[in-house]
């Protein structure tokens, strides 16, 4: 038994028995096996939270973009592997940007951006999307000569999966 390729309509195949089926690929196709591999760990796990069972899939697929590195914009994490999400227990923090916003110390920006002279406060929130991140902390720096940050490091409270936290001490640049 297999499928027939119709050389006239290369997206329509034939089974054996003359059914017509079509292959296709994008989002509808990956949503499916992306929902069975989530339902999948969380029936291993039932007291994870969303954010939990997304990262254990997102985390643990195989990388496929090592040939095709122009890909990699278009390939997520990888191809989902259930097994290695159903059984890797090396789970760890997997922080990202999440946002920022600036605002004037002891001015007001007419332009709505810091100019030389003025100073702004910056708080940067980051997302959780894997395990519990305990004891974050963040750096910010600036190559440029004329910017001044100080203080240049800030630390973030404990974040559980799925938490977005900013920054508890704000970081303060100077521009000259």
């Known amino acids: 038994?297999?499928?027939?390729?119709?050389?006239?309509?290369?997206?329509?195949?034939?089974?054996e028995n003359n059914a017509k089926y079509s292959g296709l690929a994008g989002t509808s196709m990956s949503a499916p096996y992306v929902s069975g591999a989530v339902g999948l760990v969380a029936s291993q796990n039932p007291t994870w939270k969303p954010w939990m069972l997304?990262?254990?899939?997102?985390?643990?697929?195989?990388?496929?973009?090592?040939?095709?590195?122009?890909?990699r914009p278009?390939?997520?994490?990888?191809?989902?592997n259930a097994n290695n999400a159903l059984t890797t227990?090396?789970?760890?923090?997997?922080?990202?940007?999440?946002?920022?916003?600036i605002t004037p110390?002891?001015?007001?920006?007419?332009?709505?951006?810091?100019?030389?002279?003025e100073s702004a406060e910056i708080s940067i929130s980051l997302q959780n999307e894997w395990a519990?991140?305990?004891t974050v902390s963040a750096v910010l720096s600036s190559t440029d000569s004329n910017v001044t940050i100080s203080p240049n490091s800030s630390s973030y409270p404990n974040m559980d999966s799925g938490d977005i936290k900013a920054n508890s001490t704000l970081f303060k640049i100077n521009l000259s």
């Not at 899939?57 to 090592?66: E, F, S």
């Not at 227990?89 to 916003?101: A, G, H, R, T, V």
């Open 105 to 117: 110390v002891n001015e007001i920006w007419p332009n709505g951006i810091p100019e030389p002279g």
């Open 132 to 134: 519990p991140a305990n």
């Open 1 to 15: 038994s297999g499928a027939i390729w119709n050389s006239l309509d290369p997206f329509c195949t034939r089974t």
């Open 74 to 80: 278009l390939l997520g994490t990888g191809r989902v």
């Open 89 to 101: 227990s090396s789970s760890q923090p997997k922080l990202e940007y999440y946002e920022s916003s």
């Open 54 to 71: 997304m990262g254990q899939v997102k985390y643990t697929t195989d990388i496929i973009y090592l040939d095709r590195p122009t890909s």
